[in-house]
């Protein structure tokens, strides 16, 4: 009930910040395309398509779309997460939220959810198009498995960004260049616009640690069509669930630690 | 158990900020400001205390660690018997809290919406906060003002406050912490806020409410604390106050010229003198004189004027403000 709330609280915020600037909502629509265009133009200056499809059998225009989805989806909820106290302090909320009895672990859990369902929506103006466009009706139920995929990465994710996003604040202090060095970092380890199998063995490693890789890597396992067996979806399935789990009690730790920090430091009003 | 009455509770509360002063590119030095020096205080069910102070005093500090936003370094504070530090999440439950006035809201979200918003993160059922905000709306007197349809980024300075009070007021919780509530307002808003406030005491409230405003203080708070440098250095009902400090009045005299140097050393020569400010215009200077008896003397002073050959425009005699306790009290403990 605390948690639907929440969800209904950061609905209103999210919605009217989107919806009350059309520009912002015409570029995430945009988004995924511009992202797609740039990349594959860029590849095709340097290479050309057919060699991407001949390595990876597949047209680089689908998956680099999804790709686009699936960056919005995972790398949206690290934006919500390490933003949304930054901009709480500067308009003059944060004392507010600090003082009520809200749960936080909650609170943050359900912080990205409102925005993930605007993606989810987004995806339908690019995703779908895109891959009824590649594959037909066979495309629409790819949509459909990507996208789902794609928002179960996102809140699985969750958890490890709100450590990720506390760790910084503790020891750097809240600040918007933190950022800006951690987006592009977890961008590569997740591996979203090549398989992430292909990474270095030691990142590929390291990427093991994020709950959202093996999502990531299943939505490409299938759109390559190199998934081996129902075995090894439940187990990348099973492996990201454990992950989020397991970073729930340190999140919950960090989430406390950092409002004492803030507390001993004095809020700012 | 929470005493009989008294909903805040302050012992020797302390506070130390600790700052750090550049010196050139690298170096840096450790300055502590202690921002409360061991304040003590209590506010009862139904009464309006008011925190005054200039700027600095240690009013919004003590308002922060009241509200859970700040940790004191010493001392204790209780809110109907649940400590600030240790029970933090109860105190939460209980507090009503209103900050600065212009900031605190989401400048995309309607009135309504914001109050919807922290309704969710207080956790009042949904049904429940559409009553409450409505009546909030109608009390407040927003809803004559269209702010339940308004973006708050569109709101005047008195719309903010009044919506900030409502947001306070949101839980019904039985103590409110207000920080300089009017600070800004257009006299019909402050009005209304200060009216709300003695209503809202009378219904049973439990009110702390911060100001530099010494008129405010006056005429809102039951009771005053007089704050200075991190100390309470006076406290008592606003006639209390006054009656603390000698019966200093002033004679306001408006003299027709430029230079009174000459009669300056012969009114402080007058028994029952104890200062003269001079404050200078373009054709005229005004002096204040300030005396225990002006009854007595005033002949004396215009003798001494008109001896000098000055034409006086204007003579008035006033009473002390809470200003001039505040000011004469603080004089004395500096």
């Not at chain 2, 405003?213 to 209390?240: H, K, S, W, Y």
Request: net charge positive; glycine share 6%; aromatic share 8%.
């Amino acid at each position: 009930m605390v948690f639907l709330d929440v969800i209904r609280a950061e609905m209103k915020f999210v919605y009217a910040d989107i919806f009350r600037r059309r520009a912002l909502l015409l570029m995430m629509v945009l988004w995924p395309y511009l992202m797609t265009l740039f990349i594959v133009f860029l590849g095709s200056t340097l290479g050309s398509i057919q060699v991407f499809i001949n390595r990876f059998g597949v047209n680089p225009v689908p998956f680099f779309i999804i790709g686009s989805f699936i960056l919005l989806s995972t790398l949206g909820v690290l934006d919500d997460i390490m933003w949304k106290p930054l901009y709480d302090e500067m308009v003059g909320v944060l004392p507010y939220i600090l003082s009520s009895p809200i749960n936080r672990i909650l609170y943050y859990v359900a912080l990205p959810i409102p925005r993930l369902l605007i993606v989810f929506l987004v995806g339908m103006t690019s995703v779908l198009p895109i891959l009824y466009l590649f594959y037909g009706l066979k495309g629409i139920l790819l949509t459909f498995v990507t996208m789902l995929l794609a928002s179960f990465a996102a809140l699985v994710f969750t958890p490890f960004v709100i450590v990720c996003a506390m760790l910084t604040y503790i020891i750097g202090g809240e600040s918007w260049r933190a950022l800006n060095v951690i987006r592009p970092m977890l961008f590569i380890l997740l591996g979203i616009f090549y398989p992430r199998w292909l990474l270095p063995l030691t990142l590929f490693i390291v990427s093991n640690i994020l709950p959202a890789a093996p999502v990531v890597e299943l939505i490409q396992r299938i759109l390559l069509n190199i998934v081996a067996s129902q075995g090894e979806v439940l187990s990348l399935l099973g492996l990201a669930i454990a992950l989020g789990f397991l970073y729930l009690a340190p999140a919950r730790r960090l989430v406390s630690s950092w409002e004492r920090r803030k507390i001993r430091e004095g809020v700012r009003i | 158990m929470i005493a009989m009455g008294i909903a805040i509770e302050v012992h020797n509360l302390v506070k130390r900020y600790v700052t750090k002063e550049r010196r050139g590119l690298i170096k840096g030095k450790k300055r502590v400001v202690e921002a409360l020096k061991g304040i003590s205080f209590s506010v009862k069910y139904g009464e309006i205390v008011g925190l005054l102070g200039p700027n600095g005093a240690g009013k919004t500090t003590t308002i922060k660690i009241l509200a859970t936003l700040l940790l004191p370094d010493e001392g204790e504070a209780l809110v109907e018997g649940y400590d600030v530090v240790k029970e933090a999440n109860e105190v939460r439950k209980r507090i009503g809290l209103m900050l600065t006035v212009e900031k605190g809201f989401y400048g995309k979200l309607t009135g309504r919406e914001n109050l919807e918003y922290f309704a969710a993160l207080y956790n009042i059922p949904k049904k429940i906060a559409r009553k409450r905000i409505d009546i909030l709306m109608h009390l407040l007197e927003l809803d004559k003002l269209g702010a339940s349809d308004r973006l708050f980024e569109e709101f005047s300075l008195g719309m903010k406050a009044r919506l900030a009070l409502a947001r306070a007021l949101l839980r019904d919780p039985p103590v409110l912490l207000l920080d300089e509530p009017t600070l800004g307002l257009d006299p019909p808003s402050a009005r209304k806020i200060r009216s709300l406030v003695r209503e809202l005491a009378k219904n049973g409230k439990a009110i702390l409410y911060t100001t530099h405003n010494m008129f405010e203080a006056e005429i809102v708070c039951d009771r005053i604390l007089l704050i200075d440098n991190g100390v309470i250095v006076a406290q008592g009902t606003p006639q209390e106050l006054k009656d603390r400090i000698p019966k200093l009045r002033t004679i306001e005299l408006s003299l027709l010229a430029r230079d009174v140097t000459p009669a300056l050393e012969a009114l402080k020569s007058i028994e029952l003198i104890n200062d003269v400010k001079v404050l200078q215009s373009d054709e005229m200077t005004i002096l204040k004189i300030l005396t225990s008896k002006p009854e007595d003397i005033v002949d004396d002073v215009i003798q001494v004027i008109t001896k000098h050959g000055y034409e006086i425009k204007r003579l008035r005699i006033e009473e002390p403000t809470l200003e001039d306790v505040f000011v004469y009290i603080t004089s004395r403990t500096s």
